[in-house]
């Protein structure tokens, strides 16, 4: 892949603001940072576009609450086309980690997401997607 390089003219506090996003999420330089934001804009827009995507959808629940574990593997087998894997992992006796890799429609995707993360009882959920074409 062939590199092209360009300049850009941008207000103090914009500037300012890229400077404190390369710091907080520790890239080299203010290229990667606007590499990566560029990247980040091109896939929501694919998601919009209901394009193919992977990600990986995150949950944190506590096993022992409401037949949990029941609830998310229905919803898991409802969607086992889109889910590649899942794995689990205990953090402590009552708060269980579980990371489920997923490749399908930006759609389909958010809905599995959605099913999952409004199970009561679950600490905290969360969908990451990127582009997969």
Known sequence: MSVSRFG??????????L????KENHFTNRSQAIRQLINKNIV???????????G?????FDPKKRD?????????ENYHSEVLSSQRFMLETNKWLEIIAV????NKLTELSDSLISIKGLFHGKLSMSRAD
């Not at 850009?8 to 603001?17: F, K, M, V």
């Not at 990986?56 to 944190?60: D, P, Q, S, V």
Request: contains cysteine.
């Open 8 to 17: 850009i003219s941008i207000e103090q506090p914009l500037l300012e603001a």
């Open 19 to 22: 400077d404190e996003y390369v």
């Open 68 to 76: 949990i574990l029941n609830q998310i593997a229905t919803v898991l």
């Open 56 to 60: 990986a959808i995150t949950l944190l």
């Open 103 to 106: 490749k399908g429609t930006a």
């Open 44 to 54: 929501e827009q694919k998601w919009q576009c209901n394009n193919q995507v992977a």
